[in-house]
């Protein structure tokens, strides 16, 4: 690790309210306080209660509690987008920037020398008065941003862009392969949303455009021209932060866990995830339960108990197989780790990443869906089986392709590179 001949930052960050914005910002300020950095990080009490125990730094990384004020349309004391429907993302970001205040004089009294955000697009104008810089810093994958909110794509302020507008990337977007196909196109859709006060493409190009660089939690190996082509648009230095993973937990396994594992050989288990924002229709969830018993596989499914359903248990499809419903919340970066991969995207970002892994580098699988994104049992189990049989052809190729990327992207240095270099575009804007 290089040592810088300079003083040590003070960076503060005041990331958008949702889970999965605020994680990507507390693993980045562990990455800087590791080099003797100081973090700042303001955000509601709810989430610091649930994730401040991140903070690996506690000596050098500072929590600062924003209160979010109660607006019209805003469930009684929801903080984040995990307490509200995903429908209701409007009233809070009203109430995000009704803190406005309270953050200027947050910052106003820490007096650092950059500024971290991503959805607050009013942040620049306090730094104006204040004296810091700004580095507009983006958790999703470069690609979104790319085939989503760019000056080349023109958004009309009177209507609904249409699914054929929508599927189009922008003029001199990048990749002819990473892009939304027929009704994906929809999941476009929230970009000329209301969120807040204004719609979301302009709020973004705001936030985009009044910074001093843009950065993103990506690596050039991956999404290199990507990341080219939103500098060429913004006319920003992009400066890159590399993934930003946690360390792999230590010590051993929970016994429960431990003991059920146990019970397969390895490498047999399936694990499926779908994240705390995206909530399946009881019917929908019933067809993946399915799906993965037509595999013979054991399983595992991480998901919130479906819309229609008291629990999970009574979601569960009657008759099948023997099932043990567990709950538990596990941490997987899939490139990363040595599992075949098989990707199920709802969402833009999920799609747009799908087909990176899965059409460009040929590490992963896609399942076949149908309308509106959903699949059947059938497609599912076909696609699992696909990269689980020892003698598949495609199992085999992904494996291959996977474990090359993976020994890339694991290589000793390649991480804490990605961070030195990104401290040292963060000096040079001072």
Same mark, same amino acid.
């Given at each position: 690790?290089?040592?810088? @001949?300079?003083? *040590? /930052? =003070? ?9 999965? &914005?605020?994680?990507?910002?507390? !693993? ?8 003797? =950095? ?14 401040? &125990? !991140?903070?690996?730094? $506690?000596?050098?990384?500072?929590? !600062? ?10 469930? $009684? ?35 650092? @020398?950059?500024?971290?955000? @991503?959805?607050?697009? #009013? ?26 909110? +760019? ?36 999941? /476009?859709?929230? %970009? ?8 979301? @493409?302009?709020? %973004? ?53 431990? *003991? ?29 339960? /399915? ?9 595992? +499914? ?38 075949? %991969? ?19 580098? *040929?590490?992963? +699988? ?7 994104? #959903? ?8 696609? %699992? *089986? ?18 090359? #990327? ?25």
């Amino acid at each position: 690790m290089p040592e810088f @001949d300079k003083s *040590k /930052l =003070h960076i503060a960050m005041f990331p958008w309210v949702a889970i999965g &914005h605020i994680t990507p910002f507390i !693993h980045l300020a562990n990455e800087l306080a590791k080099r003797g =950095h100081s973090i700042s990080i303001l955000i509601p009490n709810k989430p610091l209660l649930q994730l401040g &125990h !991140h903070s690996l730094y $506690p000596d050098l990384i500072k929590f !600062h509690v924003v209160t979010i004020p109660q607006v019209e349309g805003l469930p $009684p004391g929801a903080e984040t987008a995990s307490d509200i429907d995903i429908t209701l993302k409007s009233p809070l970001a009203i109430a995000f920037d009704a803190t406005a205040d309270q953050v200027e004089t947050i910052l106003s009294g820490l007096k650092p @020398d950059i500024v971290f955000y @991503d959805f607050a697009d #009013w942040i620049p104008k306090i730094a104006a008065r204040i004296g810091f810089k700004t580095v507009c810093y983006n958790v999703i994958c470069a690609a979104c941003m790319a085939i989503g909110i +760019v000056p080349a794509r023109h958004i009309p302020k009177d209507r609904r862009l249409t699914e054929e507008e929508l599927g189009q990337p922008p003029k001199g977007y990048p990749s002819s392969t990473v892009v939304l196909r027929g009704q994906e196109a929809l999941t /476009l859709s929230f %970009i000329a949303m209301d969120y807040g006060a204004t719609k979301f @493409d302009v709020r %973004i190009t705001a936030a985009m455009q009044g910074c001093d660089a843009i950065g993103i939690r990506t690596c050039r190996e991956l999404e290199g021209p990507m990341c080219d082509y939103l500098s060429e648009q913004y006319n920003k230095p992009v400066f890159l932060s590399g993934p930003v993973l946690p360390e792999n937990p230590k010590g051993p396994l929970e016994e429960k866990w431990d *003991k059920w594992l146990s019970k397969f050989k390895p490498k047999s288990v399936v694990y499926c995830a779908f994240g705390s924002q995206l909530i399946l229709q009881k019917k929908q969830f019933q067809e993946m339960v /399915l799906g993965f018993e037509m595999t013979g596989l054991p399983f595992f +499914v991480a998901v919130m108990k479906p819309h229609g359903a008291d629990s999970i248990e009574e979601a569960l499809p009657e008759g099948g197989l023997l099932r043990e419903p567990l709950r538990v919340r596990i941490h997987v970066e899939s490139l990363l780790s040595d599992k075949q %991969i098989v990707l199920v995207p709802r969402l833009a970002d999920q799609i747009l990443n799908t087909r990176l892994l899965a059409e460009e580098l *040929k590490v992963a +699988v896609e399942v076949e869906r149908g309308e509106m994104g #959903w699949f059947s049992k059938e497609d599912l189990s076909k696609a %699992i *089986k696909s990269v689980m049989d020892e003698e598949s052809e495609v199992g085999k190729l992904v494996e291959e392709n996977h474990g090359k #990327w993976r020994e890339s992207l694991m290589s000793p240095g390649f991480m804490d590179d990605y961070v030195d270099n990104f401290i040292q575009q963060l000096y040079q804007l001072l």
